[in-house]
């Protein structure tokens, strides 16, 4: 398997040709394309793939997309738009997490100020907030 997530600038070598594809010495059977450039240093990244359709299979013999996966076939994930896929993913997991934790302490930080500010009179005393009212002759027993 291989797991290509390097730049690749024309002017740059080919991982490999598509001659060395076909020696049966190459042993990669899997290629995940991250950087997806059709017709780049893979030369079976011959077209894009997509999240609901992940894979197609490269005949490196015949060159050719085929459809079926097979032993003599490379099975290629060239998906576009994956480097823009990982980060969202990843932000809808954490932000999901992160909203489930932060709105419990916010809530309860919530109902603690409220009950705070809301309360008139603790432990037999006006609180601080009220002591105001001690001008309008308000007595505590």
């Known amino acids: 398997m291989l797991i290509h997530c390097s730049y690749w600038d024309p002017r740059a070598d080919l991982f490999s040709a598509k001659s060395q594809m076909r020696d049966p010495d190459f042993r990669i059977s899997v290629i995940a394309d991250v950087t997806c450039d059709l017709n780049g240093s893979i030369p079976s990244t011959t077209q894009y793939t997509t999240i609901e359709n992940k894979f197609y299979g490269y005949d490196p013999i015949a060159e050719k997309i085929c459809r079926s996966i097979s032993k003599n076939v490379i099975t290629v994930m060239a998906i576009d738009n994956l480097p823009c896929e990982l980060p ?3 932000s809808d997991g954490f932000g999901k997490h992160c909203l489930s934790v932060c709105c419990q302490h916010c809530l309860a930080r919530m109902k603690m100020v409220f009950r705070d ?9 006006l609180t601080e907030r009220f002591g105001y009212l001690k001008d309008y002759g308000c007595k505590m027993k």
């Open 117 to 125: 500010r809301a309360t008139i009179v603790k432990d037999g005393k």
């Open 88 to 90: 969202r993913d990843a």
